[in-house]
Structure formats: structure tokens, C-alpha cells
């Protein structure tokens, strides 16, 4: 198995783990391209994502033997340098097979995708010697017009009507009413997390395309000011994401890339996962924020994997961080569970991506991080000194002449 991100299969994590499967992880973006270059007839390519990481240098475990030893490790990936930046060689993907999901098609094969459910789909009918898209409905030939053909019929080979379909939602997310008391008021690491998404929130700008990570990322786009334009992009293939749905206004084919069921804005769009990716790669997406389990001095970040653990994959992250036009911004508590240090010298952990961090916020405190110099320290949070960072961080860091209190900065100051 090829795979960005394997999920919550238990018989997978068996066979994985047991030896009976080997899993070759690769970054959700450069995943995405792999097969979309299989279906354009290019054996390969060369891109920014995964450069400085395991899969770059190789040692990512791919086959399990006997006690959890690994037998088989990923191969290190050839890498050449354009115009001053580092990039590492990935092959194509083709199948033998595509099996694939459309909303409608027409006789000739001409297919539509319906909201969210392109996502790696419209990569996938091309990258096959025989496609099979298993179809909701099928419509004469003429009946869905031109302009409205998400995937030409020369790419589809056979196709399937589908019958008493269940659409299932794997993380059914409904907008919760506002409660009068505050929850950080009595819980304190609510409060905490508040702290930090609060602050993360200064970072959006009018007119800007951000994409969120799951859990604190995500909250960030709670404090969005009023009258502010943030379009907010998800690596499945949605530009403008809404809130939370009312009850009841759940749409299957409608969700995040969290697998959180979501409602979008007037203006958004849709689109497969290799050109949301796309979009990621080449830096058309201003502001990304994500968490970590470790950021160094000079920016590099791990939030992917612990060795001897199972590793679910990296997901679309590596491709995240990986674009200079990009501002990348880490959302973490300060501390590890067991009191240890999270900002360090250098990562102990794999990679997620080298010299990527722009910016770290935590509950004490607020990093500015240079790949040159290091660390700043332009804010601290209310009752918490510099001492305390000193002890709190693994690594030495200056402190800014007209260092702030933590959040009390004006939207759209810099």
C-alpha cells in the first residue's frame, strides 16, 4: 500500500504491524501528484515537499518481521536543486485498476463529482489501465451539458450504477449553541487553549487564504474579527469553508480534511485534491497553522511520527510547510504532558519539514523564528516572566526590545 495517512483501521494497524502488509507513506500533496502525473504519461517529478525528512533521507519503516522489527526501511529519494531551492525526485503511480465514486454519469462515461467527494477521485480516473466508477446515477448521453463535465468519458472505462446507497459521515460535527458562561473560566486548560487561539486569530489578515489544522488550528477561525474576509482552504478540495452545520443540515459530501461535516461561504469552490495541493505547493495559500510536537531554534518542525509507535501517516502537512510563500505559524502548549521541553535545539523527533516555521505560539509566551538567528521572544502571556521561558525552552532565544503582553496587539498589526 502507497498511503498518506492510513486512519483508525484496526485490521490494517494488525496487518501492518504483524508483517503481512507493507505501507510506503508519502506526503498527501506529492501523493496526489504522483498519480496525477501517472495519468499524464510523466514517470516523474521533483518537488519541495518531504526535503530534510525520512522521506527524503529513507529509514521510514515499510515492512514489519518478527517482535517489531523493521525488515524493510524506505529508500532515500534522489535530490537536485533549481533557482536556489532543495528538491527530491518522486515517481509516478499508475494501477492496474481505478475504482472510483461519481455522483452522475452519462452513457458515453462523462462524469460529475458532487461538493467535497472529488478529492482524489479525478486524479485517480486517469492513472489506470481500466477505470471503474461505480456512478448514483446514470443519465442518457446529452443530458449533462458540456461545461458541466468534471472528467472527460475518455478517461472511464466501465461504470456501475450504485443501488440503496447509505452515505455515511465518519465525524458528524454540528454547530453548537453559544453558551452564556465561559468554560475557560472555570476549566484551566480551556483557558489555556482559549490563550493560544485567541492569539493565533491576530494572525489572520482581510483578503487572506488560510488553511487550518485540526483541533486548535481550527479554532483559530472561531475569533475571526467581523467584516474580515478570510477564505479558508482544506486540502480534500474546498476554498471557503463555513461553519460548523446546523442539525439537521449535514451533507455527506460535504466535510473538511478532518472528515468533519462543514457548510461552506458565498464565492467558495470545489476541486480534486491535486489542485488543492497545488495551491499549497505554489504558494498561493498566505497562512498556514498547524501543531507541533517539536519546533527547533531555527525553525524545523516534527509533527508526524514517534518511532516505535504506529504511525498513521503525515497527511497533507509536509506539503503545508513546504512553500516559501507560505507563513507558517505553530499553535502548541509550551510544555509536554510529562513537564519536557517542546521547543528545542533540534528536533529529536522525524521531521515534518527543515527551516519552515515562521512563528510559535504557546501558552506563555510568542516566538518569532528566524532560519538565520533563531528565536525571539516578542510576547509573553500575563503573570508569566522571562525566567520562566528560559526554563520552559530548550534552547537559547533573545528577547525583543519592545517585547508585548501576549494577544495585546491590534488586528492586522505586524
Known amino acids: ?20 502488509l507493507e505501507v510506503e507513506l508519502t506526503p498527501q500533496g506529492t501523493l496526489a501528484e504522483r498519480c496525477r502525473a501517472g495519468g499524464a504519461g510523466i514517470p516523474a517529478f521533483f518537488t519541495p515537499t518531504g526535503y530534510g525528512t525520512l522521506v527524503h533521507e529513507g529509514g521510514s519503516p515499510i515492512k514489519y518481521g518478527a517482535k517489531g522489527v523493521v525488515e524493510l526501511q524506505s529508500a532515500p529519494r534522489e535530490c537536485r536543486e533549481f533557482q536556489g531551492r532543495s528538491y527530491i525526485m518522486e515517481e509516478a503511480i499508475t494501477g492496474d485498476f481505478a475504482l472510483v465514486k461519481a455522483w452522475k454519469a452519462d452513457k458515453a462515461g462523462n462524469l460529475i463529482f458532487r461538493k467535497t467527494a472529488r478529492n482524489f477521485n479525478q486524479a485517480m480516473v486517469k492513472a489506470a489501465q481500466t477505470t471503474v466508477v461505480e456512478v448514483e446515477e446514470l443519465v442518457e448521453v ?30 458528524l460535527t454540528l454547530k453548537k449553541k453559544r453558551s452564556s458562561s465561559s468554560a475557560a473560566a472555570s476549566n ?23 488553511n487550518l489544522g485540526i483541533g486548535m488550528p481550527m ?43 462543514v457548510t461552506t461561504v458565498p464565492g467558495s469552490s470545489f476541486f480534486s485534491s491535486d489542485d488543492s495541493f497545488a495551491m499549497i505547493r505554489g504558494g498561493h495559500v498566505d497562512l498556514t497553522i498547524l501543531g507541533a510536537m517539536e ?81 525571539q521572544l516578542t510576547e509573553i502571556a500575563e503573570g508569566v516572566s522571562v525566567e520562566d521561558i528560559v526554563s520552559s525552552t530548550g534552547c537559547l532565544f533573545t528577547v525583543a526590545e519592545d517585547m508585548k503582553t501576549m494577544g495585546q496587539i491590534e488586528v492586522g498589526e505586524e
Not at 463535465?149 to 450504477?161: C, G
Request: some cysteine; charged content about 25%; glycine content about 10%.
Open 1 to 20: 500500500m502507497i498511503s498518506s495517512y492510513v486512519g483508525e483501521n484496526a485490521e490494517f494497524e494488525r496487518q501492518y504491524l504483524s508483517g503481512e
Open 142 to 171: 446529452g443530458e449533462i451539458a458540456e461545461d458541466q463535465v468534471h472528467v472527460p468519458a475518455i478517461y472511464v472505462d466501465r461504470l456501475v450504477v450504485g443501488e440503496k446507497y447509505e452515505k455515511r459521515i465518519e465525524r
Open 295 to 375: 519546533v527547533s531554534q531555527y525553525g524545523d518542525l516534527a509533527n508526524w511520527m514517534i518511532p516505535g509507535k504506529m504511525v498513521k501517516g503525515m497527511g497533507g502537512a509536509m506539503d503545508l510547510v513546504s512553500s516559501p510563500g507560505t507563513k507558517v505559524v505553530v499553535t502548541m502548549e509550551h510544555l509536554d504532558k510529562k513537564g519536557g521541553h517542546k521547543i528545542v535545539d533540534s528536533c529529536s523527533l522525524p521531521l515534518t519539514g527543515k527551516n519552515c516555521v515562521d512563528l510559535i505560539i504557546t501558552d506563555k509566551c510568542v516566538f518569532s523564528v528566524d532560519q538565520e538567528n533563531g528565536l
Open 188 to 210: 484551566p486548560a480551556v483557558a489555556m487553549r482559549e490563550r493560544i487561539v485567541r492569539r493565533a486569530a491576530l494572525e489572520f489578515r482581510h483578503g487572506m487564504y488560510a
Open 219 to 261: 479554532l483559530a477561525s472561531n475569533y475571526i474579527p467581523e467584516g474580515m474576509d478570510v477564505q479558508l482552504q482544506s486540502e480534500n478540495g474546498v476554498l471557503g469553508l463555513g461553519p460548523f452545520p446546523l442539525p439537521g443540515h449535514q451533507d455527506p459530501d460535504l466535510i473538511n480534511a478532518g472528515k468533519e461535516t
